[in-house]
């Protein structure tokens, strides 16, 4: 059955308020859908990028997509990545080709009128999820609010936060962050933390050391995801878990951190690595290493998908993406008591609400 050229949508949101994390701030949040046919079926992916992702996908990947076969997903994304080979394989690229294959994969098990879930063959039942958020620019209140949303009103046991503000300049207000963070989910909630890459190697070992005395179990990024010896450094000398990834454009950045020891959780994002395809050949090589897998963002792109792994960790439910998917799609899913079950009707059950978003329509 042969695949329609792709309809690409690209949408411009702005944030329920300003945002930042150790390295970076955002008012606005983009992301780009697309939506691929075949006979009476249509599947939807979307990766969050800037607005080039679109025109990328419309301008180098729409002619690789059409005409080719709905079923043979692989030929497809092996085509899509060869396609790219003068553009460059990471980041805007590898966030286009993610899209394509994650409404592929939506597309073929609609096509079989079977979840998504069932398609890929499920190990669990339900995904486990952590609440994500906490950035840097929330007051107390506002951070208070957000916390005791997740834990005290969906009964989420896990949440995360953002540490390393202005580049790992603001130690003391991260610790104090912290310290009033774990005063609002209690003693019996896990408590994570992400730098975003914004300390120094020595300095991420000591803010370690203080983190250990609040029960912070999980260090996201504590160096740069692209040094790895620093991140095993770090690993070597804390307790907590230290966990990168999400930067990972295509198998081999995995490989070499996977080898390199880098990391106690390796994090995937179908939304940038590849789509579902690449996703799980990531996890299937942190397996070989022993090691578990967290999906980055996205929620809803990987319930599915991360019910299919047996070394899955937990999903990232984060507040930027869960409140634009669930302004976006009909069919999102419910994280109360801390995780969630994947939707059962065909696909991976999410519809979108076209007319319903045209206001933030940018191409």
């Known amino acids: 059955?042969?695949?329609?050229?792709?309809?690409?949508?690209?949408?411009?949101?702005p944030t329920d308020v300003p945002e930042a994390d150790g390295t970076f701030a955002w008012d606005s949040t983009t992301m780009v859908v697309v939506e691929v046919a075949a006979g009476d079926a249509t599947g939807i992916g979307w990766t969050y990028g800037p607005a080039a992702v679109g025109e990328l996908l419309r301008e180098q990947l729409a002619p690789v997509v059409t005409g080719s076969d709905a079923f043979g997903?692989?030929?497809?994304?092996?085509?899509?990545?060869r396609?790219?080979?003068?553009?460059?394989?990471?980041?805007?690229?590898?966030?286009?080709?993610s899209a394509v294959d994650i409404a592929l994969w939506d597309l073929k098990a609609r096509l079989l009128e079977t979840p998504l879930t069932r398609l890929l063959g499920a190990a669990h039942e339900t995904v486990p999820v952590y609440g994500s958020g906490g950035f840097t620019t929330y007051?107390?209140?506002?951070?208070?609010?957000?916390?005791?949303?997740?834990?005290?009103?969906?009964?989420?046991?896990?949440v995360k936060i953002k540490i390393g503000e202005s580049w790992g300049r603001e130690v003391a207000r991260d610790l104090h962050r912290v310290r009033a963070a774990r005063q609002v989910i209690g003693s019996e909630t896990e408590l994570y933390v992400d730098a975003n890459g914004a300390y120094t190697r020595k300095q991420a070992i000591r803010i370690g050391g203080a983190l250990a005395e609040h029960g912070v179990g999980w260090f996201e990024e504590p160096v740069s995801s692209d040094d790895l010896t620093g991140l095993r450094l770090v690993r070597d000398a804390l307790l907590c878990d230290v966990a990168a990834g999400e930067y990972g454009y295509d198998l081999p950045y995995f490989a070499r951190m996977v080898v390199a020891g880098a990391v106690d959780c390796l994090q995937v994002d179908a939304t940038r690595c590849g789509g579902l395809t690449e996703f799980l050949r990531a996890a299937a090589l942190a397996q070989s290493h022993g090691l578990?897998?967290?999906?980055?963002?996205?929620?809803?792109?990987?319930?599915a998908v991360a019910a299919a792994l047996p070394n899955l960790r937990h999903?990232?439910?984060?507040?930027?993406?869960?409140?634009?998917?669930?302004?976006?799609?009909?069919?999102?899913?419910?994280?109360t008591g801390g995780d969630v079950r994947?939707?059962?009707?065909?696909?991976?059950?999410?519809?979108?609400?076209t007319e319903d978003v045209e206001e933030y329509r940018v191409a």
Do not use: K
């Not at 059955?1 to 949101?13: G, H, I, K, N, R």
């Not at 994947?342 to 609400?353: A, C, I, Q």
């Open 1 to 13: 059955m042969e695949l329609q050229s792709p309809a690409v949508s690209t949408y411009t949101v």
């Open 73 to 81: 997903i692989p030929a497809v994304h092996d085509a899509l990545c």
């Open 83 to 97: 396609a790219v080979r003068n553009a460059g394989r990471p980041g805007v690229a590898a966030c286009a080709i």
């Open 139 to 158: 007051h107390e209140t506002r951070l208070a609010a957000q916390l005791n949303h997740w834990v005290h009103g969906q009964h989420i046991p896990r």
């Open 292 to 303: 578990e897998v967290s999906a980055h963002c996205a929620p809803h792109a990987h319930a």
């Open 315 to 335: 999903i990232e439910w984060f507040h930027d993406h869960v409140r634009i998917e669930s302004m976006f799609f009909d069919g999102t899913l419910d994280p």
């Open 342 to 353: 994947p939707n059962g009707g065909p696909g991976h059950g999410l519809t979108l609400r």
